[in-house]
């Protein structure tokens, strides 16, 4: 049995930790109208029950990946799966709108420290030749906790009161606590391997008000008449944070995250290709549920399980991705996925109202499974150009890529869908989209330009991977 194996153990305490954790950032999704019904607010200000986990994890990621070198790494993961329960009991409990978002502010620091520090615990548990394989299990697990929110909270809410969707998500979050009490070995799973042990604390605060405003500003949750405001403050803000933030960590003996890590080429063609593949993936993936909602007439349920075939592709693909990685090195399959995606997009870039349902579905599992095959050995490339010391802050840098990665790409394909149907003459919000005579076609025009994109972005993406070959002797995770 694979149990029998120590890696095999660690790994499972923390896929079970971060699947409960993925999963809880969009379970909620589908329960927003009916919570915002029973507290009788509007949905924009029942947003802030997802913007406020998201707006947590992306600002303490980097901090908790730090801590983790500190405390230790069971402790960092144990702890934060301790917070995350909790959170969701008081989801469970709250009786307003405040200790609904409290308790998802709550469960969003628990879920930093577990993903700050769950890239770095599988990572030092297996073997360099099996580091493939390790990653590709990990973000198997990513995809599946992705697809099962959703589904289960599209089932749930058809026989329980929302409420339950937060028993739910406690469950595997139990088990995974006590597992990784059990389990879990410092000595094993690489703690206490940091060469200072002082706290980057003006690091800290500055990581996180810099995420803040990054994310705030590309994704403001404010009524629309004050964007020009947060842009306004945000982008000069952003930018004076992130000079700000290098040149305290470039300055202090005891970094946050040590950025001379960016001075190797591998390195920095890595986190840039990742950041630029999460772009283009969650551009479409935002665009999906109103293309299949407001135009082909499909609900939530059936939206969530059809995505599900997404989320198989993509356990397919960071599988093979992972071990074939291991057998001939990471490079060429980065570039094949990014390939494959791009031709996959062309596909669906010419979606419409009559396309085949088994086309949308093909398309999708091909989607999911470009997404494995480059994800993967792409953190591969990443951890092996990474010192063992310092895989907390950067398996915790990941994490943030992918998330900045999808703040970004969010961003960039509401906007270009915005502009497509504002300069058609339809000044209305993605919801409306089919409602109006015209709108459906002013936004298939505008799905292709924003599609045009995402394929230039993916293009873009293969150069940048292709420049992340080691220099001979320069692999040292």
Known sequence: ????????????????????????????????????????????????????????????????????????????????????????????????????????????????????????????????????????????????????????????????????????????????????????????????????????????????????????????????????????????????????????ELKTGSPLLDLKLFSSAVFSYASLTRFLGFMSRSGGMLLLPVFLLNIRGMNEMTIGLLMFSGALGMGIGAQSGGRLSDIFGPRRFVIFGFFLAALNGMLMAWYHQQTPLLLIVVTLFVNGISMGLWATPNQVITLNATPKSKYGPVGALINLTRNTGNVTGQAIATAVISAVLTFQGFDIELSQVGKMEGSLEAFTLGWRVAYFVIILLLCLSMFTASRTRPKPNETIG
């Not at 809410?157 to 929302?162: A, R």
């Not at 605060?205 to 947060?230: G, Q, R, Y």
């Not at 004076?240 to 290098?246: C, D, H, S």
């Open 1 to 248: 049995m694979f149990l029998s194996d120590y890696k095999w153990k660690a790994f499972l305490a923390v896929a079970l930790s971060l699947f409960t954790m993925v999963m809880s950032m969009n379970i909620t999704i589908l329960a927003l109208p009916v919570i915002a019904r029973d507290f009788a607010v509007t949905l924009r200000e029942v947003s802030w029950i997802v913007i406020a986990f998201s707006l947590t994890v992306t600002a303490l990621l980097l901090p908790m990946g730090r801590l983790s070198d500190l405390i230790g790494r069971k402790k960092t993961l144990v702890s934060g799966i301790g917070l995350f329960i909790v959170g969701s009991l008081v989801c469970y409990l709250a009786e307003s709108l405040f200790m609904l978002i409290l308790g998802r502010v709550v469960m969003g620091i628990g879920a930093s420290m577990g993903q700050g520090v769950g890239t770095a615990i599988v990572v030092s548990v297996f073997p360099q030749h099996e580091r493939g394989k390790a990653i590709g299990s990990h973000t198997t697990v990513v995809a599946i906790g992705s697809a099962g929110g959703p589904v289960m909270a599209g089932v749930l809410l058809q026989f329980f009161p929302w409420q339950v969707i937060f028993l739910a998500v406690a469950v595997p979050a139990v088990l995974a606590f006590f597992w990784g009490l059990l389990i879990l070995d410092d000595a094993r799973i690489g703690s206490f391997q940091a060469e200072d042990t002082v706290f980057d604390w003006t690091g800290a605060c500055l990581s996180a008000l810099l995420m803040l405003f990054f994310v705030l500003t590309l994704n403001s949750p404010f009524p629309s008449e004050n964007d020009f405001w947060i842009l306004l403050i945000g982008i000069p803000g952003t930018l004076i944070l992130l000079r700000t933030f290098i040149f305290w």
